[in-house]
Nanobody, 121 residues
Framework: QVQLVESGGGLVQAGGSLRLSCAAS???????MNWFRQAPGKQRELVAN???????KYAEFVKGRFTITRDNAKNTVYLQMNSLKPEDTAVYYC????????????????WGQGTQVTVSS
């Protein structure tokens, strides 16, 4: 069974740091991995993307503050968040394009359950 399990969220003061982790299991292969976030009353938005080869893309609002990395040996993606702001408060979701080891090579899109990040002013 494919799973994406996030961890590392919590409450932090403005200017602080958090590192989110997302452990993937049940995949035969994983392509791109992403972090999205959704604040109350707002649409879910892409925060950062990392391709299988390691190239990265960031939303403008996190450039220079957040860093996405992945450990392919551990099937884990990370989001290091520095200089956090109250407007970064949201539920952060891990997302991946991968192949379920039970279903064959077709790539499908999967979501984690989300982890809450709250930044106090």
């Amino acid at each position: 069974q494919v799973q994406l399990v996030e961890s590392g969220g919590g409450l932090v003061q403005a200017g602080g740091s958090l590192r989110l982790s997302c452990a993937a299991s049940g995949f035969s292969s994983i392509n791109a991995m992403n972090w999205f976030r959704q604040a109350p009353g707002k649409q879910r938005e892409l925060v950062a993307n990392i391709a299988a080869g390691g190239s990265t893309k960031y939303a403008e609002f996190v450039k220079g503050r957040f860093t996405i990395t992945r450990d392919n040996a551990k099937n884990t993606v990370y989001l290091q968040m520095n200089s956090l702001k109250p407007e970064d408060t949201a539920v952060y979701y891990c997302n991946a394009w991968g192949a379920d080891q039970r279903l064959g090579p077709e790539l499908r899109n999967y979501w984690g359950q989300g982890t809450q990040v709250t930044v106090s002013s």
